[in-house]
């Protein structure tokens, strides 16, 4: 059968998430010689694209994780016949290769013997940090339509976190537009904070605290363990098409105590290493278990950041030693990253500390 006709100048309609930021762009396409034209975004070389569903109409690059272009409507045969086939073993083995694949489920096994053995703390530690981010990359893909983005909210919320984290670990914050009281760590180091805790927020402070806890369960491995307790070591061979899965679990995890008392503790301690007083996070726990029982946004934090007065307690006991204090952002910074999803917001609280 011959291929089909390639007539100049045909296109088609599709969206492309470029490996590099959580937005969706709509793009076109094209076929020329042996790459594929991406409106905006430059070529692709046919190569180095990876087909990754039945129907044709998702497809990702070999050479860039987390760059996926879609198309909504199947495009026109002459370009569709020119992109990559299904593979012949399955997802994970024709993007990587039979015998690449045989030298990870080997290696996987070793993983679950130490697993039995010695828990899945130690499976968590011995993966690569390289491998996490490409993970959370992949997972916040699917909150691309509702990210929030502007250069002077990012900017601020970026210093904020580099002040708060490791510095051989930048964390990449992003603000989805998601009316509910909550945050998610992800893999690697990506933490994304709904537009809802932004905006109930009192201070930036309150933020900062958070986005504290938040970092400590990714400085601490309690995002993978959460996810290897959830899917198995199976999480280790590709994100494919279960990043929406992995995205979910995370939502709803519960930490264990013991995990949670490990992110307070990273938080209070970088909290006071970055001058800015842990006492706003304490009356913010404060104000979640108390304040407007009936809402479902600060229902959703409660339910997977459970505030007690032990917590309550630990955050204030953390501010009472400390001298001079400086706020979490200036009042400028403060109301570009609560303006960041646009629209009507609450009323901005002003920066506390001194």
């Given amino acids: ?36 034209l991406v409106e905006g975004f430059g070529s692709v070389a046919l190569k180095h694209l990876q087909r990754l569903d039945a129907a044709g109409l998702l497809f990702g690059r070999k050479d860039l994780a987390g760059w996926r272009l879609g198309f909504d409507i199947a495009p026109p045969d002459a370009i569709l016949w020119r992109l990559p086939s299904p593979g012949h073993y399955g997802g994970p083995i024709d993007r990587i290769g039979l015998w690449a694949a045989v030298a990870i489920f080997a290696v996987l096994s070793v993983l679950v013997v130490l697993g039995a053995i010695r828990g899945l ?10 491998w996490e981010q490409k993970l959370g990359d992949a997972i916040s893909g699917d909150f691309a339509e509702r990210a929030c983005r502007s250069a002077a909210g990012q900017q601020a919320l970026d210093a904020l976190a580099k002040r708060l984290s490791p510095s051989d670990k930048p964390m990449r914050i992003g603000v989805v537009n998601i009316p509910l009281v909550n945050a998610v760590a992800l893999p690697g ?17 309150e933020v900062a605290g958070v986005l504290a806890h938040e970092i400590g369960h990714v400085e601490h491995r309690h995002v993978m363990i959460a996810l290897l307790r959830r899917f198995g070591v199976g999480l280790l061979i590709g994100s494919g098409g279960r990043a929406g899965e992995y ?105 506390t500390g001194s």
């Fill in 1 to 36: 059968m011959s291929a089909p006709s390639d007539p100049e100048g045909l296109r088609a309609a599709a969206w492309l998430h470029d490996g590099h930021s959580a937005i969706r762009h709509d793009v076109t396409v094209a076929i020329e010689g042996d790459a594929l």
């Fill in 189 to 205: 180091g990506r933490i994304l904070i709904f537009r809802g805790l932004i905006d109930k927020a009192a201070s930036p402070d």
């Fill in 121 to 130: 703390d130690l499976v968590a530690r011995a993966i690569p940090y390289s």
């Fill in 247 to 351: 995205g979910q679990a995370l939502l709803e995890s519960r930490y264990s105590r013991k995990a949670e008392s490990e992110a307070d503790a990273y938080s209070i301690a970088h909290l006071r290493q970055a001058g800015i007083s842990p006492q706003a996070t304490a009356d913010f726990f404060a104000r979640l278990g108390k304040g407007e029982p009936n809402m479902p946004g600060f229902m959703v934090y409660l339910a997977s950041h459970p505030p007690s007065a032990e917590r309550r307690k630990r955050f204030a006991e953390g501010a009472t030693t400390m001298g001079a204090t400086r706020p979490a952002l200036t009042i400028s910074e403060w109301t570009a990253v609560r303006a960041m999803c646009g629209g009507p917001m609450a009323k901005a609280g002003k920066p």
